[in-house]
């Protein structure tokens, strides 16, 4: 037996959906008295459904948008949003190793990520494609085992460049790097097919870099940044980390930078501090969760 929906006033445009109002505005009392006019069965199986959606939406590593959630899976169980959301959230939590994290509350978009231990970097230095990294040393990385382990390899690279060159760097200086580590742009490569789209589309559609004109350049030039799901998926001190080891120096090496991570990390209180899931109210936070190696 579904629930019976609230009345529609019009629909999306500029300003916020009022189902999505009305989905998070429910109290707690208000939920749980929802539940009970439902079919256990059938709520359970909007978890199932909303899990599945979710799992389809982070294997190509696109953003999540809680109206298409809300539009998609949920429909007509919004008085039930809350729990659906959070019952979701556990078994991606406790099955999965996915934690389901906001990036966007203007927009209230969303990313998977990863609560398991990461990748290690002696892992990862088995994993890249890339011959050398240039900017820090000559040291050979042999070949990797898959596209996907590539790709992050690649992406890996690349947040390291941008961070030791002082958080942003031009596109004409990110193409050079890479070719120093013989990825030409311009060549369509064996492992990553087009690189620039690569870069420029896919990694900036999932929100790992961020590529944005340069103000007053005739012609235009542009630059990368770290992505808001960078930012959330590691930290400048991982990336100083795995730059320290591959130099097999010590990560104080580089001062400014060093000093720089330090300060984020201790503003941030350890990674992963304060993450609230969506559909938490007020004291239904899930809690700190800290990353651990």
């Excluded at 529609?8 to 109290?27: H, R």
């Excluded at 899976?73 to 008085?79: A, E, F, N, P």
């Excluded at 992505?227 to 001190?237: F, H, V």
């Amino acid at each position: 037996m579904a629930q019976k929906r609230r009345a529609k006033g019009p629909g999306p445009s500029q300003g916020e959906d009022p189902d999505e109002d009305y989905a998070l505005s429910q109290s707690a009392s208000q939920v749980q008295r929802n539940l009970e006019r439902l079919s256990p069965a059938h709520v359970d199986q909007k978890v199932s459904e909303l899990v599945q959606y979710l799992l389809v939406k982070d294997q190509k590593k696109i953003p999540i948008k809680r109206a298409d959630i809300l539009k998609n899976v949920i429909k007509d169980y919004r008085g039930v949003y809350s729990e659906i959301i959070k019952r979701a959230g556990r078994t991606l939590q406790q099955v999965f190793g996915l934690q389901l994290m906001e990036i966007d509350p203007k927009h209230h978009i969303y990313i998977l990520v990863s609560i398991l231990p990461r990748l290690e970097v002696d892992n990862l230095k088995q994993s890249l494609v890339l011959r050398r990294v240039p900017w820090v040393s000559d040291t050979p990385l042999v070949c990797c085992r898959d596209d996907c382990t590539a790709k992050l390899g690649l992406l890996t690279v690349i947040l390291s460049f941008l961070f030791m060159k002082g958080n942003a760097a031009k596109e004409s200086a990110v193409w050079e790097m890479l070719r120093r580590l013989r990825v030409d742009p311009g060549v369509r490569h064996e492992v990553f097919g087009d690189v620039k789209k690569l870069v420029t589309e896919e990694f900036v559609r999932q929100k790992y870099l961020e590529y944005n004109r340069i103000p007053h350049t005739d012609p235009p030039e542009f630059e990368f940044q770290w992505g808001a799901r960078a930012a959330k998926e590691t930290s400048k001190m991982q990336i100083l980390r795995f730059v320290a080891k591959i130099q097999n120096k010590d990560p104080k090496a580089w001062s400014t930078q060093y000093t720089e991570a330090a300060a984020e990390e201790a503003a941030a209180g350890g990674l992963f501090q304060d993450i609230r899931t969506p559909g938490d109210t007020g004291g239904a936070s899930q809690g700190a969760r800290r990353r651990t190696r």
